[in-house]
């Protein structure tokens, strides 16, 4: 009887970071994933739960920095914006 080898897959590294703040601005929980559409879908779906009870969360890659969505709430709507510069969330 032979011993069968498996084969061990690359690891996949979670550089997508996902940030919930509170309405203080204090980070309230992060979240890690691989992709970053999953990862603003996800936070979308948090955010309407209240599951964090979170105002503010920011999507962005943790390796280079770029920062991929920023969700909040506005009087009672919540939103999206997509953006590649920080500076066009201010």
Same mark, same amino acid.
């Given at each position: 009887?032979?011993?069968?080898?498996?084969?061990?897959?690359?690891?996949?590294?979670?550089?997508? $970071?996902?940030?919930?703040?509170?309405?203080?601005?204090?980070?309230?929980?992060?979240?890690?994933?691989?992709?970053?559409?999953?990862?603003?879908?996800?936070?979308?779906?948090?955010? $309407?739960?209240?599951?964090? $009870?979170?105002?503010?969360?920011?999507?962005?890659?943790?390796?280079?920095?770029?920062?991929?969505?920023?969700?909040?709430?506005?009087?009672?709507?919540?939103?999206?914006?997509?953006?590649?510069?920080?500076?066009?969330? $201010?």
């Amino acid at each position: 009887m032979t011993k069968r080898k498996i084969k061990k897959s690359k690891a996949v590294t979670r550089t997508i $970071q996902t940030t919930y703040y509170d309405h203080k601005g204090n980070a309230v929980r992060i979240n890690r994933s691989v992709h970053a559409h999953l990862a603003v879908a996800k936070a979308v779906d948090y955010m $309407q739960l209240d599951y964090y $009870q979170a105002k503010t969360v920011e999507v962005f890659d943790a390796s280079d920095g770029t920062l991929h969505a920023v969700i909040r709430w506005r009087n009672k709507i919540l939103e999206i914006v997509f953006k590649r510069d920080p500076k066009e969330f $201010q």
